[in-house]
């Protein structure tokens, strides 16, 4: 911001230096002006939360017709105590001015105004052929500083508008009028046009843009903002957010100012994918985190705008913002499920399921309308419509305090949670590997068959399966589901997850969907070296994190986040006739293979894909190079079932149904977990707990 320089105004009070100074920066936050004695508050306009910023302004009397100086940092509007045009700095106290009225009467006052962005000067507006549109000059070296000049008359410009918006960028002035009619006026001339109906009537007392054009209208009955898109054909009025409702409203905000500041991180946002609105661009669901406020479960994260599916955060963080809800029993077309609620508070539930598929929230869709919950974990009965098919679906749940909530849009306090589920139909069974909405950890330490650093993090992936079968108790589909978390590796390394014992040829090839970051990807999924069903998720995981070389230890060290992700989903559509209890148990065999890459200094040349490394005492696929066996620090001894171990019964890879948190690269997992070596050595007879964070050395943890 360039330097304030203190302007000669006159005053009709107290001196200069009684008064704030400017704003030291252009605000994020819109100002709103309220009551008929001026209170003053700071809106976020994204979700419609108010913080009083003073309740006592130095007047006895209402302000309007507000606007911000981008040209000093100054705060103007019209105050009815002193009958002119007034300055607020930052401590939010009026500071009269003397204007000079030109020889138009001066007991009138104005509640329809806002300060121009390319001048210096506030515009100021009443209906009438007394009154009209009015320039004042707000820079002291102007001759007509602080000079009522007139533009048009009242009877010429005749708008039942509230209060109006300089545009960012063209230089014009916006408002929408009683009956929804959008104006676009010329500070030069005056002249008015009619653009569009925006769909809203009512008092639109507080009118906004922000940096990128968009205009925000308040409404005073209700408090409700809605967004308007001028450039498009034909604008619209969007429900954006709740603010708050007042018979008196007068709204500012610097107009090329983002509605959120990108260091923001009290908004919680949805992360289904943006179809559904999910983004802030999209009008996205989001919510004002409020301390001590209303959430869902015990987590809740706040970011500036939304983590999109694939990109969603909740499977690689710390902890999963997802822990409000939870479905007790399957959702059936046609059929009530029963759902667990766990609320902080008081408040008001509402949910919507993509039923159709279509990659929306339809009004039709909507299960759950302001459903009444109490602190703490109740049962809430849910009921599915006929007519429906059963597919993969995202659901999305927003809870607040007063309720009113859409699918999108802004709400000042509660929380949103996004989650993707199964629709089945009366015919169709699920079960899940860990559950319906959590994700295992699949963690592996590479160097085998030597026993490496033992940081059980040279990859990481969370893994959620899922199988459907039919009443018969055929499997219908195995769906493969998760995203790579870390690679503390500089080795490169092939995933997959292999179903040991079931033959490939039960899977309908045709049918099959294999997904990699929410793109459809045409290459074939099953590994062509065995028989039995494998999944190749990646021939190669540095493909996709860290394929510029950032760093070595994505996600494993505090100073490599690197780049890059992988999130897969893999859906396999069996032929009639594999039962579902010839199965092997969830999650099957998720299993890492070596490349043609380089594996110094255990060989001097790679072994390729017969290098492969499972989970203890878990048999490899056929494509294993069984010379490999007992080499360096493995004891397997296939003629007795036993893989994958060392003399000491120490694992290569680990599962965990949970979202584990691994180890810092470097850092034994048997440091990080004092538990484990018990835990391992004892076949898991003891220590069955080990994983948990709250037996972790907090400080040798590696924390998103």
Not at 22 to 39: D, G, I, K, Y
Not at 133 to 154: C, E, K, N, T
Not at 514 to 538: P, Q
Not at 627 to 646: E, I, K
């Amino acid at each position: 911001m360039k330097p304030w320089k203190p302007l000669a105004f006159a005053l009709l009070c107290s001196p200069l230096s009684s008064y704030g100074a400017a704003f030291s920066s252009c605000p994020t936050q819109a100002f709103l002006v309220q009551q008929n004695v001026a209170q003053l508050y700071g809106v976020n306009l994204a979700t419609g939360y108010y913080q009083t910023l003073s309740e006592d302004m130095g007047t006895t009397g209402k302000l309007n017709a507000i606007g911000f100086n981008l040209h000093d940092d100054y705060l103007y509007a019209w105050s009815y105590q002193h009958k002119t045009l007034a300055r607020i700095g930052d401590d939010y106290q009026v500071e009269p001015l003397a204007l000079n009225w030109n020889g138009f009467a001066s007991d009138v006052s104005f509640y329809v105004g806002d300060v121009a962005v390319e001048s210096n000067a506030h515009y100021l507006y009443r209906s009438g052929s007394a009154y009209g549109l009015f320039r004042v000059s707000l820079d002291s070296a102007d001759a007509d500083y602080l000079s009522m000049q007139r533009v048009i008359d009242g009877s010429a410009l005749n708008l039942r508008i509230f209060d109006m918006a300089f545009h960012p960028d063209n230089g014009m002035l916006y408002s929408v009028d009683n009956q929804g009619r959008l104006w676009r006026i010329n500070p030069e001339t005056g002249a008015s046009e009619n653009l569009a109906n925006v769909g809203q009537v009512g008092t639109f007392g507080a009118v906004y843009f922000d940096v990128s054009g968009h205009l925000y209208i308040s409404r005073n009955s209700d408090g409700l903002v809605f967004q308007i898109d001028i450039a498009s054909n034909s604008p619209e009025a969007q429900l954006y957010a709740q603010g708050p409702a007042s018979s008196n409203n007068d709204g500012a905000r610097c107009a090329i100012a983002p509605i959120v500041a990108a260091d923001d991180a009290n908004i919680d946002f949805g992360d289904a994918p943006d179809s559904f609105g999910t983004s802030l661009t999209n009008n996205g669901a989001r919510h004002q985190l409020v301390d001590g406020g209303i959430q869902l479960g015990s987590n809740v994260d706040g970011e500036a705008d939304a983590y999109v599916y694939p990109a969603s955060d909740d499977s690689s963080r710390l902890f999963d913002d997802e822990d409000g809800i939870a479905f007790v029993t399957d959702v059936q077309v046609g059929l009530d499920f029963v759902i667990q609620v766990d609320s902080s508070a008081n408040g008001f539930l509402s949910a919507w399921f993509d039923l159709n598929g279509n990659g929306t929230f339809d009004n039709e869709e909507q299960l759950l309308t302001d459903q009444a919950v109490v602190e703490g974990v109740q049962s809430l009965l849910v009921s599915v419509p006929e007519g429906y098919e059963s597919g993969d679906r995202w659901a999305r749940f927003r809870i607040s305090s007063g309720g009113g909530n859409a699918a999108t849009g802004g709400a000042p306090d509660g929380e949103v949670e996004d989650y993707q589920i199964y629709v089945g139909d009366s015919a169709t069974q699920v079960s899940y590997y860990p559950s319906a909405d959590g994700y295992a950890t699949v963690a592996f330490e590479d160097n085998w068959p030597a026993a490496g650093d033992y940081d059980l993090n040279d990859l990481v992936v969370n893994l959620q399966t899922k199988v459907l079968s039919f009443a018969n108790g055929h499997v219908a589909r195995i769906e493969l589901q998760g995203e790579v978390r870390a690679v503390g590796a500089s080795f490169h390394n092939g995933f997959a997850i292999r179903i040991p014992g079931i033959d490939k040829s039960l899977v309908d090839v045709a049918a099959i969907r294999y997904e990699i970051n929410g793109e459809l990807l045409l290459a074939s999924v099953l590994d062509e070296n065995t028989n039995d069903i494998t999944a190749i998720i990646a021939a190669d995981v540095r493909e996709y994190i860290n394929n510029q070389n950032q760093c070595d230890f994505y996600k494993t060290q505090a100073d490599c986040r690197g780049a890059g992700q992988l999130h897969f989903k893999v859906l396999l559509p069996m032929h009639e006739g594999l039962a579902k209890n010839a199965l092997p148990s969830a999650p099957f065999d998720p299993f890492i293979y070596a490349t043609e890459h380089s594996r110094n200094p255990y060989f001097a040349s790679s072994p390729g894909r017969g290098l492969e490394i499972h989970s203890k005492n878990q048999s490899p696929s056929a494509a294993v190079d069984s010379s490999l066996w007992g080499s360096f620090d493995d004891v397997s001894n296939p003629s007795a079932s036993s893989y994958y171990q060392t003399g000491n019964g120490l694992p290569w890879a680990i599962i965990v149904p949970y979202n584990w948190q691994y180890p810092f690269e470097r850092i034994s997992v048997a440091d990080a977990y004092p538990k484990f070596l018990e835990y391992a050595q004892s076949e898991g007879q003891q220590s069955s707990d080990w994983y948990l964070l709250e037996n972790a050395r907090g400080e040798l943890i590696y924390q998103d």
